[in-house]
């Protein structure tokens, strides 16, 4: 059983910074997503299961980076300069398709966390 764990969500100011963790039990292409009340769960970033390849949504260019640690099957957000409008759930999830880099889109995930609230305060 494939597990995934966050951690570092809560309460920040609007131009602050979060970093995420998100300790996996195996390695995997991985991503992070949010979900917003009543929208739909985006994918916020992604990256390879090597760590050289990485995606963004156009909203957080520049801002967020995402990172891995393949020693200890970590994944980590780093998010910055963050909006009031960026509050959600945020899951990490991880892909088990070996042919792909990554995925880009919420339904293509295998593996869900149970999600970590972050809440941006104008």
């Known amino acids: 059983q494939v597990q995934l764990v966050e951690s570092g969500g809560g309460l920040v100011q609007a131009a602050g910074s979060l970093r995420l963790p998100c300790a996996a039990s195996?390695?995997?292409?991985m991503g992070w997503l949010r979900q917003a009340p009543g929208k739909e769960r985006e994918v916020v970033a992604a990256?390879?299961?090597?760590?050289?390849?990485?995606y963004y949504a156009d909203s957080v260019k520049g801002r967020f980076t995402i990172s891995r640690d393949n020693a200890t099957n970590t994944v980590y957000l780093q998010m910055n300069s963050l909006k009031p409008d960026e509050t959600a759930v945020y899951y990490c999830?991880?892909?088990?398709?070996?042919?792909?880099?990554?995925?880009?889109?919420?339904?293509?995930?295998?593996?869900w966390g149970q999600g970590t609230q972050v809440t941006v305060s104008s």
């Open positions: 990256i390879s299961w090597s760590g050289g390849s990485t």
């Open positions: 195996s390695r995997y292409a």
């Open positions: 999830a991880a892909q088990n398709r070996p042919d792909r880099k990554f995925a880009t889109i919420a339904v293509s995930y295998d593996y």
